[in-house]
């Protein structure tokens, strides 16, 4: 899978125990318009039924059973109102074609949809209007990347082993140098690029090892 927010969801969701299945994996579905931005996810034994928010919470995710993801995650900007109504593609989802793709997956069980986007609206109101317009759409639900990469990084260990997965193992080493701060998903190194005039800060004197010597000693 080469996208790779879409592989990044789909470690959310193998990481809470669900099976996923990427549309190109199953030769005799029918075909979609783009078929790489969606997974089909499914939780043998999901949580004890409660209700679940439209706006899903990474605590909520064992509570569904079965699911059509798609990826929408666009994250040039925040999913404004104005965003959602110049964008019918968000409602692909929830469309015909999708719900019998589904039933072809599912055997004819029930299951629900789930759009991944970015970020929603800072504004109270805009969000709420955002989160009105996207139900109106008839999708089930609605998570935030943000929130499938806190509860990524809460999951794995800075001190696993994720060579199998290329996404899992970079957050883990990002993790285990401290690169990214806990309760938030800020990096502790500038991420913006350096002007072209700029010269690089480089440290000529070098008591660092005399230093480090004296830290050993006082320990």
């Not at 986007?117 to 317009?133: C, G, T, W, Y």
């Not at 350096?194 to 070098?206: I, W």
């Amino acid at each position: 899978m080469s996208d790779l927010n879409t592989q990044l969801v789909r470690e959310f969701f193998e990481l809470n125990q669900f099976r996923v299945l990427t549309h190109w994996q199953h030769q005799k579905l029918p075909r979609v318009a783009d078929p790489s931005t969606m997974l089909f996810i499914e939780r043998m034994h999901p949580d004890t039924a409660e209700e679940i928010d439209f706006l899903l919470r990474a605590a909520q995710a064992p509570l569904i059973h079965r699911a059509v993801v798609e990826v929408r995650a666009w994250h040039a900007d925040r999913f404004y109102p104005s965003v959602i109504e110049s964008s019918p593609v968000l409602a692909h989802v929830a469309g015909e074609e999708v719900h019998a793709l589904g039933l072809s997956v599912f055997d004819g069980a029930d299951f629900t949809s789930i759009l991944v986007i970015s970020e929603l609206p800072a504004s109270l109101k805009r969000r709420a209007r955002s989160l009105e317009l996207l139900q109106e759409m008839g999708i089930g639900h609605v998570i935030e990347f943000p929130t499938i990469l806190q509860a990524i990084l809460e999951r794995i260990s800075a001190h696993g082993n994720y060579a199998p997965s290329q996404t899992l193992q970079t957050l883990r080493l990002l993790k285990r140098y401290n690169l990214i701060r806990r309760q938030q998903l800020e990096f502790s190194f500038p991420t913006e690029a350096m002007a072209a005039d700029a010269q690089p800060f480089l440290e000529s004197d070098a008591p660092d090892d005399a230093d480090y010597d004296a830290e050993e000693e006082e320990e």
